[in-house]
């Protein structure tokens, strides 16, 4: 399965989830939020495609920590290729951003991920001091700790 | 959180500090007047720098008192438990002040969890509700007026550091716990903390102490401090982890050709650092034509010449300072905090035989740039180079130690002056990028915009760690405060075990808001939209108000890109 990128960020983020993080950043995003950080990756046409196995095997090679994070863009419209990918990356620990409310992500994901950021950004709400997240009405979800620190269990 | 004021710029200037700053300009000078020609012209053409040159020849540089040998149990025995409290902090107040007057560089409590241990346990004390309230009041009072103090000569703070993490008891974990915890929760930037990392004590789940090392990276996250030693790199290994400890501009003194292997009661007693750009310059000028290979020959006779030249210069203060009286250093008369009894020495070089003489370096990165045309790190066989280079300067100094018997070092200087002053001397000298962007890059690390990831950094950086033996530290560099990722900061930490690195520390942009005392990385708060904002930095190990930055340090710190 193909999937649409913009750039795979290697220089260890610590502002993307716990630890330092790989970042991947999917092409493509309909939501125009105003000061939004990653404007280049919204225009859905001017993503790089790639097989997922051939992501899977450049970041095997490249994330040493095996600490990814998935930001765009929005992946989740490309939620088939998405799934695909954390599926396949079994080891690796795993954050999604996406601007969707949790209660609109299809379940099946949340058992191959270990965190989730959901919530649009909204300029007036900008935080720079609780971390994880770009405005307050943002949630960063520990999935570990709701299914029992094993992946999988969401139903 | 209390509430935050900004008199320091202001408390710089007072009368007794203008007239320090202006005694020791003129005493510098005729210091310089008096020294040996080829001393004296080494230092003033930019070539070596001889640090604090307004001590040279009056006393040492930095201590760590025998806090548990010093104290004075008998005078205390009988007093009631808030009294003895009191007088465990009034002494170590006066130790701070007293070295403060008497040396010219830092204090560093080697094992402060241990000793408070010791000292109270010798003083039949017990911890309970009432011991540990004002154990914990008198501890915060001690670290706030370290913090505010500017008493030191009407203008400067005491550069004092605390190494703790180590003791398993009861009162040495509550020692720890009080110390990051007040800290954390305070705005205080001093004093410097040095954690101390060991397997089996509190590096991992299960350890004894593995809560308090969670607490320390948590506090690091939020306030760049503790910094951390590295007991378990290989190189760290065969050293007992109780018995060394570090100053916080990095200095190591441990090994000792005359006695116990510690730094417990020593002193680093004199360090001049060499500009290794500058040799790299005069090599490139007086050479245009020659390979790499000849250039690097050329580049270690020079080296050897100055640093033939520095050891020389080194004796020479080392001797002076010897002939001094015990008079001259009244609170070691009074305490005896040194590894040998000052008032019953013949001489003092008995005692100041045990201490380092520290033969430092800034500027790796530029000479393997100015010599091969790429930074080191930008291939294998560069970072060879580099570290080639580093180990001869090793070899060099540990063949000083064997032939003259005493404890020469080789000392990745800390630099906040010379990266700034080195190249402006070497701008009347020659023209280039590398001088005109105003700092050399502190010791062997990589340059400041490398923009490296992280793990990178450490892996290129871990290696010239085990030649430093005057001490060394490597720097990660974080775009803002990590706030609550203490797994970043455990994840780097063990890679740099790894790496054999001895000492690693946390350096990102700390902004405190000073009317709400909001922490974090921004230009107007975001907790209350204020604009009155203190810029922390990290300069030579030390927190400090970016106000009081030196030109080179500021330079820097605009360079500054960070490693993620």
Same mark, same amino acid.
């Given at each position: ?26 092409? &493509? ?24 196995? +051939?992501?899977?095997?450049? $970041? ?22 998405? $799934?695909?990918?954390?599926?396949? $990356? ?8 996406? &601007? ?7 379940? +099946? ?9 959901? &919530?649009?950004?909204?300029? +007036? ?13 943002? +949630? ?11 992946? &999988?269990?969401?139903? | ?55 040279? #020849? ?8 025998? =806090? ?9 025995? #009988? %007093? ?73 000569? /009407?203008?400067?703070?005491? %550069? =004092?550091?605390?190494?703790? #993490? ?55 996250a939020k306030k760049m401090i503790p910094t951390y030693y590295l007991a378990d790199s290989e190189h760290n290994k065969k050293i007992d ?23 417990? /009661? ?26 790499? *290979? ?11 010449? =100055? ?61 393997? *740039?100015l010599l091969t045309g790429k930074k080191f790190f930008s291939s294998n066989k560069n970072h060879a180079i580099a570290l080639n280079l ?47 962007? #105003? ?12 923009? =490296? ?68 990385? %921004? ?5 209350? /939209? ?35």
């Amino acid at each position: 399965m193909k999937i649409s990128i913009n750039s795979i960020d290697y220089s260890g983020s610590i502002v993307d989830g716990p630890g330092i993080r790989t970042v991947l950043f999917v092409q &493509g995003c309909k939501r125009r939020c105003e000061d939004c950080h990653n404007p280049s990756t919204w225009d859905v046409d001017k993503g790089i495609y790639y097989n997922v196995d +051939e992501i899977i095997k450049e $970041l095997n090679k490249n994330c040493l920590n095996k600490k990814l994070s998935i930001s765009g863009g929005e992946p989740i419209l490309q939620y088939p290729a998405i $799934l695909e990918l954390v599926r396949k $990356l079994k080891d690796f620990d795993i954050v999604l951003y996406t &601007g969707f409310e949790f209660e609109d992500i299809p379940k +099946e994901i949340l058992n191959y991920i270990d965190y989730i950021k959901v &919530g649009k950004f909204i300029k +007036e709400k900008r935080t720079t001091i609780t971390p994880y997240i770009g405005s307050t009405n943002q +949630e960063f979800i520990n999935l570990k700790n709701k299914n029992n620190n094993e992946k &999988g269990k969401v139903k | 959180m209390k509430s935050i004021d900004n008199k320091h710029a202001a408390q710089r200037k007072t009368l007794v500090g203008y007239v320090y700053n202006e005694g020791s300009n003129y005493i510098k000078k005729n210091i310089l007047d008096s020294l040996d020609e080829k001393f004296s012209s080494a230092h003033r053409e930019g070539r070596i720098h001889i640090h604090d040159l307004e001590a040279y #020849g009056e006393s040492y540089n930095c201590l760590t008192p025998d =806090l548990v040998k010093g104290f004075p149990y008998d005078e205390i025995k #009988g %007093y009631s438990n808030i009294y003895k409290i009191m007088e465990i902090f009034y002494y170590l107040k006066k130790i701070v002040i007293g070295l403060g007057n008497e040396q010219s560089g830092g204090i560093g409590f080697g094992n402060f969890d241990c000793d408070m241990n010791d000292i109270l346990t010798k003083l039949d004390m017990t911890l309970n509700e009432e011991t540990r309230k004002i154990f914990k009041n008198n501890l915060d009072l001690f670290m706030r007026w370290n913090h505010e103090a500017r008493d030191r000569c /009407g203008q400067v703070q005491y %550069y =004092l550091t605390f190494n703790l #993490g180590l003791s398993t008891t009861d009162i040495g974990r509550f020692v720890t716990k009080s110390v990051i915890t007040i800290f954390m929760n305070s705005d205080y930037i001093h004093p410097n903390i040095i954690f101390k990392v060991k397997k089996g004590v509190n590096r991992n789940e299960g350890d004894k102490n593995f809560d308090l090392f969670k607490l320390a990276k948590k506090c690091t996250a939020k306030k760049m401090i503790p910094t951390y030693y590295l007991a378990d790199s290989e190189h760290n290994k065969k050293i007992d982890a109780y018995k060394i400890s570090l100053m916080g501009c990095r200095s190591k003194v441990y090994q000792n050709q005359y006695g116990e292997d510690t730094t417990i /009661g020593k002193s680093n007693i004199v360090y001049t650092s060499i500009n290794l750009p500058r040799i790299a310059f005069d090599i490139n000028k007086e050479f245009p034509e020659l390979d790499l *290979e000849s250039k690097l020959e050329i580049y270690e006779k020079r080296w050897k010449e =100055l640093a033939d030249i520095v050891k020389d210069q080194l004796f020479d203060r080392f001797y002076k300072i010897c002939n001094l009286e015990s008079d001259d250093f009244p609170l070691n008369q009074i305490y005896p905090l040194m590894c040998e009894d000052i008032n019953n020495l013949n001489n003092l070089e008995d005692y100041f035989k045990h201490g380092t003489l520290a033969i430092g370096f800034i500027g790796i990165s530029e000479t393997i *740039e100015l010599l091969t045309g790429k930074k080191f790190f930008s291939s294998n066989k560069n970072h060879a180079i580099a570290l080639n280079l580093v180990k001869m300067m090793r070899d060099t100094i540990d063949y000083y130690r064997k032939k003259n018997n005493y404890n020469f070092s080789l000392l990745a200087t800390s630099g906040e002056f010379i990266s700034g002053r080195f190249p402006e001397v070497d701008s009347e000298y020659y023209s280039h990028p590398l001088i005109e962007k #105003g700092f050399y890059t502190n010791s062997f690390h990589i340059d400041v915009n490398s923009g =490296l990831n992280p793990f990178d950094k450490i892996s290129y950086e871990g290696p010239f760690h085990k030649y430093c033996n005057g001490g060394c530290i490597t720097y990660i560099e974080f775009r803002s405060a990590p706030l609550n990722n203490v797994e970043a900061i455990s994840e780097l930490i063990e890679h740099a075990i790894e790496s054999d690195v001895n000492y690693l520390g946390f350096n990102y942009p700390l902004d405190i808001c000073m009317d709400c005392g909001n922490r974090g990385t %921004y230009d107007t708060c975001d907790k209350c /939209g204020s604009n009155k904002i203190k810029r922390i930095r990290r300069v030579s190990g030390y927190l400090e108000d970016s106000d009081f930055f030196t030109n080179g340090k500021k330079a820097e710190v605009a360079h500054r890109e960070p490693n993620f």
